[in-house]
Nanobody, 127 residues
Framework: EVQLQASGGDLVQPGGSLRLSCAASGFTFDDYKIAWFRQAPGEEREGVSCIDPTDGRTYYADSAKGRFRIISDKAKNMVYLQLNNLKVDDSAVYYC????????????????????WGQGTQVTVSS
């Protein structure tokens, strides 16, 4: 079965860190770009970051720049999202997704191009 499995979400205090994991089963990430999205209650799903494992190119939302880092591990067929200096506004369900389309700095966050989604993992930032 082809699927993505996101994990690593937790309750953390402001300023804390988390590492989210996205595992692929039934396929490899080699031919895909992998992105993280998030959705807070009552809000639209938004792109957080994206990576192209073939050349290591990464993209970040403005809200993520300088605090989050996306990492791919080809040997383990995993993609991680390191979340640092977390803020209350970062609270959301985080999803990983893949696309075979070409992505650019002005398009990587467009949801319709993503073919497969993980089930989401909850990140709650609260004191």
């Amino acid at each position: 079965e082809v699927q993505l499995q996101a994990s690593g979400g937790d309750l953390v205090q402001p300023g804390g860190s988390l590492r989210l994991s996205c595992a692929a089963s039934g396929f490899t990430f080699d031919d895909y770009k992998i992105a993280w999205f998030r959705q807070a209650p009552g809000e639209e799903r938004e792109g957080v970051s994206c990576i192209d494992p073939t050349d290591g190119r990464t993209y970040y939302a403005d809200s993520a720049k300088g605090r989050f880092r996306i990492i791919s591990d080809k040997a383990k067929n995993m993609v991680y999202l390191q979340l640092n200096n977390l803020k209350v506004d970062d609270s959301a369900v985080y999803y990983c997704a893949i696309t075979s389309a070409f992505v650019y700095a002005t398009s990587w966050y467009e949801i319709p191009q993503y073919d497969l989604w993980g089930q989401g993992t909850q990140v709650t930032v609260s004191s």
